[in-house]
């Protein structure tokens, strides 16, 4: 549920973005009542996804706040960065801003991680996940890169798509090929880091 929750967002944008594109007219009528004239047809399901988002993105923060009275920061990032790029979207009706949203999270996480083992010192996965695995301190720090390296690694591969393909194919994309992604890196993670761990236990 928690993963479900943390996905609200991406889930919303699709389900959107689908149901704007099997009733454009539809979604084109609500759009200019709300954003005006001179919204092509064929931009509604980008415009009306892209709100639901903004909308979404806040909602999850509203209910965080109200079930535990704190929110992480990234959540709070999030929140902006959807707002800039979705908001920037929404004004000037073009989708290209929206596109470069994941790209610029990706790449944000990835710096913030090798910017603060490089300038501070401080290795911000070890801190999210020590008090839960042991690890040699050379783990620690190759982990800590993989992490940086995929996050940009998935930036380039979001605006590859977004440029050589269909919108439809990158919303897919989007909500898709992230997690799956994602899932199999996490994957992949497990079984390099349960050498160590056995290491570790003996």
């Known amino acids: 549920m928690k993963f479900l929750f943390d996905l609200l967002p991406v889930i919303l944008f699709f389900a959107a973005y689908k149901l704007g594109g099997a009733h454009p007219e539809a979604a084109h009528a609500l759009l200019s009542g709300w954003l005006g004239d001179g919204i092509a047809v064929t931009q ?60 610029a999270l990706y790449w944000l996480f990835g710096c913030v991680l090798l910017g603060s083992a490089a300038l501070l010192h401080r290795n911000l996965i070890r801190n999210m996940l020590e008090a839960q695995i042991r690890l040699p301190d050379p783990v620690w720090g190759r982990l800590n890169l993989a992490w940086a390296s995929f996050f940009i690694a998935m930036g380039l591969l979001n605006l590859y798509v977004a440029y050589n393909f269909s919108e439809e194919t990158w919303v897919d994309f989007k909500l898709f090929g992230g997690i799956g992604l994602m899932l ?19």
Not at 75 to 84: M, Q
Not at 185 to 199: A, I, K, N, T
């Open 44 to 103: 509604a399901p980008i415009l009306i996804a892209t709100a639901v988002a903004i909308a979404a993105t806040a909602l999850q923060i509203a209910l965080v706040w109200l079930r535990h009275r704190k929110v992480d920061t990234m959540l709070w990032v999030s929140l902006a960065i959807i707002t800039v790029f979705g908001g920037a979207t929404l004004f000037f009706h073009n989708p290209t801003f929206i596109k470069w949203k994941p790209t």
């Open 184 to 202: 199999a890196f996490v994957l992949g993670q497990g079984f390099y880091l349960s050498r160590h761990l056995e290491e570790e236990s003996h």
